[in-house]
């Protein structure tokens, strides 16, 4: 167990909906990272988040958003869902987001969009 | 750019087999960071190693050993006599300035029994 908590385990919902995905980081880590992991593109890095700011970006849809709040949780909101979005979210956080970190990860939200 | 790039998709052995999953990364930058993470059947990602760019010691940690060789941009991770919860997905990955882990496409291994 990383300490990293993600809810929900399981989503499933349509296309054109919305969806939020939430993560507690470890005990003490200030940063939070999501990646999306599918059969064609692999693990892909969306967006980190340190201390509430948002720190660096990658390939993030524009219909995809997050936000890290003051106790550090984190959300994920994905909009106007396409098949294509079906795949495993994962959260990961690390102490001080810095490139030496090791992130850990929680154990994903699996997303189906029928 | 970073790349990682794990050419083997998939490895079966036989249980008490060596295994070796190769991992080749490339960077401009001088200093940076390794890693290989588990993937099981259940979906988590484990972490397994982290190793900088300056320490090229190799590591053992009971079965599994990592190899890093800076001149040739390779850390390969050796798991010695395999055991069936062994199998699983393994990814390396490298983090340089730029926050993020890139990873390779990962390694599946099968162990049977």
């Known amino acids: 167990d990383s300490g990293v908590t993600q809810t929900p385990k399981h989503l499933i919902t349509a296309t054109g909906q919305r969806v939020t995905l939430r993560c507690s980081p470890r005990?003490?880590?200030?940063?939070v990272y999501w990646y999306q992991q599918s059969l064609d593109q692999g693990l892909q890095f969306l967006i980190q988040y340190y201390n509430g700011e948002e720190r660096a970006k990658g390939n993030i849809l524009e219909r995809f958003s997050a936000q890290q709040f003051p106790d550090l949780h984190s959300e994920l909101n994905l909009s106007s869902l396409e098949l294509g979005d079906s795949a495993l979210y994962f959260c990961a956080s690390s102490v001080y987001g810095g490139f030496t970190d090791t992130q850990y990860f929680g154990p994903g939200t699996r997303l189906t969009v029928l | 750019a970073q790349k990682v790039t794990q050419a083997q998709t998939e490895i079966s052995v036989v249980e008490k087999e060596d295994v070796t999953l190769d991992c080749v990364y490339e960077t401009r930058d001088t200093t940076y960071y390794l890693f290989w993470y588990k993937q099981p059947p259940s979906g988590e990602l484990v972490f397994l190693i982290r190793?900088?760019?300056?320490?090229?010691q190799n590591e053992i940690s009971g079965r599994y050993s990592w190899n890093f060789q800076k001149s040739t941009s390779s850390f390969n991770f050796t798991i010695t006599a395999s055991q069936v919860v062994d199998s699983a997905v393994y990814f390396c990955a490298l983090s340089s300035n730029d926050y993020k882990l890139s990873f390779g496409a990962g390694t599946t291994v099968t162990v049977r029994a």
């Open positions: 190793r900088n760019s300056f320490d090229e």
């Open positions: 005990s003490g880590d200030l940063s």
